[in-house]
């Protein structure tokens, strides 16, 4: 990818150590031939990992803006080292992904929500599976609140300003409330242009979980995947919103992390009550770790604790899932599934620092693994 040189600047300028792979072990890389074996875990750790295997032939999977950017470098990698292997993904936002594989048009789905069984989402993919589905989270994809506002470097919001300012009850950037938060700097009287997705997207629904819990007295909406705020332009996918903010002075949307890094953007530190936290890999790291998972089976769909008061946690944070069958119709598919999800959950894991991404935890990727390898 050819912004991966330039996010790992950007990454080490705000000081975020490229070895903050908490959760990563390290694979064998796929040999031309496919076959398997051993090698020891990033990190100088004792043990060791079975290789990824290479598949030969093709995947098609759809979903998530959030995590194009690791998926593409994913699929880079994994293509350049299992020459007979070709997967396509087609970032179109994770409600589009939900509906394509609950009718069978691909064979995986990104997702920065997991199946939703009120919705008849875990029923419709199992029966288009003829198994029960994975909600496999793949990456930790912070969302940063990210503005443009000519002469502010440096921000602090707390989750009531969040809310009132994308609801259109805070207007301007000097607002008297902005300015309590943010001692010593000059800000100017900037009208505020807010920014959202207009497609189905769970960054939006993770976005309004987190107002939900964090400032329940200021947003009280159910979250969704579509955004309820009447306000602001609304933009097709991350990179739309990243753009619309971009192109502001006054700007301010939600998008995933390395979206924000991409156009250069100031982002916000969030206060949820425990001090202002800057979004790093470390800080984003640190609020997943306390994630539990609530899935059964093979399924590791997670509750987040968006309200989290802990020093150093920053935790408006998304976990993006890659949604799979347990078993495939032709195996396959199944297999090849398997392997390259075994890739990212491994190997694929310790580049996304320098993506702008936060790796799994130890505990949650042993338990990703432990699902893949039921894969059929």
Same mark, same amino acid.
């Given at each position: 990818?050819?912004?991966?040189? #330039?996010?790992? +600047?950007?990454?080490?300028?705000?000081?975020? =150590?490229?070895?903050? $792979?908490? &959760?990563? %072990? @390290?694979? *064998? !890389?796929?040999?031309?031939?496919?076959?398997?074996?051993?090698?020891?875990?990033?990190?100088?750790?004792?043990?060791?990992?079975?290789?990824?295997?290479?598949?030969?032939?093709?995947?098609?999977?759809?979903?998530?803006?959030?995590?194009?950017?690791?998926?593409?470098?994913?699929?880079?990698?994994?293509?350049?080292?299992?020459?007979?292997?070709?997967?396509?993904?087609?970032?179109?936002?994770?409600?589009?992904?939900?509906?394509?594989?609950? #009718?069978?048009? +691909?064979?995986?789905?990104?997702?920065?929500? =997991?199946?939703?069984? $009120?919705? &008849?989402? %875990? @029923?419709? *993919? !199992?029966?288009?599976?003829?198994?029960?589905?994975?909600?496999?989270?793949?990456?930790?994809?912070?969302?940063?609140?990210?503005?443009?506002?000519?002469?502010?470097?440096?921000?602090?919001?707390?989750?009531?300003?969040?809310?009132?300012?994308?609801?259109?009850?805070?207007?301007?950037?000097?607002?008297?409330?902005?300015?309590?938060?943010?001692?010593?700097?000059?800000?100017?009287?900037?009208?505020?242009?807010?920014?959202?997705?207009?497609?189905?997207?769970?960054?939006?629904?993770?976005?309004?979980?987190?107002?939900?819990?964090?400032?329940?007295?200021?947003?009280?909406?159910?979250?969704?995947?579509?955004?309820?705020?009447?306000?602001?332009?609304?933009?097709?996918?991350?990179?739309?919103?990243?753009?619309?903010?971009?192109?502001?002075?006054?700007?301010?949307?939600?998008?995933?992390?390395?979206?924000?890094?991409?156009?250069?953007?100031?982002?916000?530190?969030?206060?949820?009550?425990?001090?202002?936290?800057?979004?790093?890999?470390?800080?984003?790291?640190?609020?997943?770790?306390?994630?539990?998972?609530?899935?059964?089976?093979?399924?590791?769909?997670?509750?987040?604790?968006?309200?989290?008061?802990?020093?150093?946690?920053?935790?408006?944070?998304?976990?993006?899932?890659?949604?799979?069958?347990?078993?495939?119709?032709?195996?396959?598919?199944?297999?090849?599934?398997?392997?390259?999800?075994?890739?990212?959950?491994?190997?694929?894991?310790?580049?996304?620092?320098?993506?702008?991404?936060?790796?799994?935890?130890?505990?949650?990727?042993?338990?990703?693994?432990?699902?893949?390898?039921?894969?059929?």
């Amino acid at each position: 990818m050819t912004e991966r040189k #330039g996010l790992r +600047v950007q990454i080490n300028r705000i000081g975020i =150590a490229a070895g903050l $792979t908490l &959760g990563a %072990v @390290a694979l *064998a !890389a796929c040999s031309s031939s496919g076959s398997n074996s051993s090698t020891s875990p990033a990190g100088g750790s004792s043990g060791s990992a079975a290789a990824a295997a290479c598949f030969s032939g093709s995947l098609k999977g759809e979903g998530s803006t959030a995590q194009k950017n690791a998926i593409e470098q994913w699929i880079t990698d994994y293509q350049t080292k299992c020459s007979g292997a070709t997967v396509n993904y087609n970032a179109t936002g994770s409600g589009a992904g939900v509906t394509q594989f609950t #009718g069978k048009q +691909v064979d995986f789905a990104g997702s920065d929500s =997991a199946l939703d069984p $009120t919705k &008849g989402e %875990v @029923a419709a *993919a !199992a029966t288009a599976c003829g198994s029960p589905a994975y909600d496999l989270p793949m990456v930790t994809g912070p969302i940063a609140v990210a503005f443009k506002v000519k002469g502010v470097n440096k921000l602090t919001l707390t989750p009531s300003l969040i809310a009132k300012i994308f609801l259109g009850k805070i207007t301007t950037w000097n607002d008297p409330a902005i300015a309590a938060a943010n001692s010593g700097v000059t800000l100017p009287a900037t009208k505020i242009s807010v920014f959202f997705r207009s497609d189905a997207s769970g960054t939006t629904q993770n976005f309004e979980k987190y107002l939900k819990a964090a400032a329940p007295s200021d947003y009280t909406d159910t979250p969704s995947k579509s955004w309820t705020g009447k306000v602001g332009s609304g933009k097709k996918g991350s990179d739309g919103v990243q753009q619309g903010v971009s192109g502001t002075d006054g700007g301010i949307g939600y998008m995933e992390w390395s979206f924000a890094q991409n156009g250069n953007l100031g982002v916000a530190q969030v206060d949820n009550g425990g001090g202002a936290v800057e979004l790093t890999a470390a800080s984003a790291a640190k609020a997943v770790q306390s994630a539990k998972v609530t899935g059964t089976g093979g399924d590791l769909t997670l509750k987040l604790d968006y309200a989290t008061k802990a020093p150093g946690a920053y935790p408006l944070i998304l976990v993006t899932y890659e949604i799979v069958c347990s078993k495939y119709a032709d195996a396959s598919k199944g297999t090849a599934v398997k392997d390259f999800l075994s890739y990212i959950a491994g190997t694929g894991q310790t580049g996304l620092t320098d993506l702008g991404y936060a790796p799994l935890p130890d505990t949650i990727a042993t338990q990703v693994k432990a699902s893949i390898a039921k894969i059929s």
